[in-house]
């Protein structure tokens, strides 16, 4: 007999949830213009001025040589989820000052759904956008073969999860918004640079940069832009799954910690 009603609430916090963040973000076309702006910047420009100096070597997935906006679209897609990511970072730190999380958090449902809730707010939204991006790449002439498509997106989805994840764990952290600014360039500036993003890591060992290599294969980052790489040649990445599946995990679980009202932000403020 408990079945049903904890169903019931279970669907209709869903909607409330992920409905509002996507409803919200779906008013705003503005959002998934500046969203698409930067990444798109990168793609044309980068491809054209660096097309000559970064060699691409013949290796997994690759079978030949491919050109430099190529290799660049798996660490684009990911640059997109990692700034999504820290947008719903934001958007937490904000609704906490507004006062709706308070509202979200004292729900009668356990608090675990619901920032899995939001955790699946934030991964749809970088997925829409990550999809969209795919279609432009597509029309400057990087396609994906069809059949690589449901591979591409299961991908995507888990390394969007993977960084809202670590937006949620932000936000515990993060208690005014005047402070979210330097905390975001401090999280993604590292993590998009210190990865096979624009550049094979191979090269990073080349040139004597052994430390950078070495945080390079320990950034989660570098993983999910792996897994993306493999995945849109129809290849899967065991490592790169296990990294991110692990650090979703990883982060999740300290997310919830930190909202706990025994051991998180809310008893630090003082709240029952």
């Given amino acids: 007999m ?3 009603p904890l169903v019931l609430h279970l669907l209709r916090a869903l ?3 992920v409905g509002r963040e996507v409803s919200r973000f779906l008013r705003q076309p503005s959002r998934l213009g500046s969203a698409l702006v930067r990444p798109l910047l990168w793609f044309v420009v980068f491809a054209a001025g660096f097309h000559n100096v970064f060699g691409v070597a013949v290796q997994p997935p690759y079978e ?3 050109e430099y906006k190529e ?4 660490g684009l897609l990911g640059m997109i989820a990692l700034f999504n990511g820290m947008q719903s970072s934001l958007s937490m730190v904000y609704d ?7 509202l979200l958090l004292t729900a009668p449902l356990p608090r675990g759904w619901l920032l899995a809730f939001k955790l699946l707010a ?3 939204l970088s997925l829409l956008q990550m999809v969209v991006f795919l279609l432009i790449a597509w029309l400057f002439g990087v396609a994906v073969l069809p059949w690589n498509l449901p591979l591409v997106l299961l991908t995507m989805a888990c390394c969007a999860a993977m960084l809202a994840a670590l937006g949620l764990v932000l936000s515990v952290y993060v208690r005014q918004l005047e402070n979210f600014a330097g905390t975001m360039n401090f999280v993604i500036f590292p993590m998009f640079f210190i990865s096979p993003a624009l550049y094979p890591l191979w090269k990073l060992e080349e040139s004597g940069a052994w430390w950078l290599h070495q945080a390079a294969q320990m950034n ?3 993983h999910g832009v792996e897994a993306i790489r493999f995945a849109l040649h129809g290849q899967v990445h065991l490592m790169a799954w296990a990294v991110l599946l692990g650090c979703s995990a990883v982060f999740f679980v300290l997310a919830l910690w930190g909202y706990d009202p025994q051991r998180g932000w ?6 029952a």
Avoid: H, K, N, W
């Avoid at 290799?71 to 798996?74: G, H």
């Avoid at 906490?96 to 308070?102: A, N």
């Fill in 2 to 4: 408990q079945g049903p």
């Fill in 15 to 17: 909607r409330a949830v």
């Fill in 64 to 66: 030949t040589y491919i």
């Fill in 71 to 74: 290799y660049m679209l798996p």
């Fill in 96 to 102: 906490r000052e507004m006062g709706v999380m308070r």
């Fill in 122 to 124: 934030g991964t749809c």
């Fill in 220 to 222: 989660p980052f570098s």
């Fill in 266 to 271: 809310i008893r630090q403020r003082g709240a």
